[in-house]
């Protein structure tokens, strides 16, 4: 994974776009078939837009698999999805304690925070998920867009 993130990391040339696909291939694995279904279930329930199911799939895989990181951050999004940011941030926070390195729940975290209004701290997020990957365009779109606001030069 070290090797991965490495060429994650590297902002010019397309090797970050294989690199971006096998960790996130990597990390949807927990190493057991019935959590991995509990995940795909659970990912089927979101993309049907069924927020309710696709929790209650989730919040089995993060029972049963509490060391599963991509679980606890595909809950994180169900219950964001469900206005439910409380809980949402709880599992960002357990994404976050299990993979520092997780990018989507850095970028996830910083939009949260700047619907909140914790513009400060929704920098930070993005910023940090930009150190590890840098060719997130929402992420930098974000930044670019926080940093004109918080100096008073945005248009």
Known sequence: MDLLFAELARPEGES????ETDILRIWSRSGSAAMDLLYKRGEAALDAGDTVAAIGHLTALTDHA???????YL???AFYLNGDFGPSLADLAATLALEPRH???LTQLGGMLEETGATARAIQAYRESLRIHPNQQ?????LERLEQETQG???
Request: charged share 30%.
């Open 16 to 19: 970050w776009a294989r690199a």
């Open 66 to 72: 509490p060391d599963f990181a991509a679980g606890w």
């Open 75 to 77: 809950r994180a999004v």
């Open 103 to 105: 990018f989507a729940a």
């Open 138 to 142: 929402d992420a930098k779109d974000a």
């Open 153 to 155: 030069t945005d248009a």
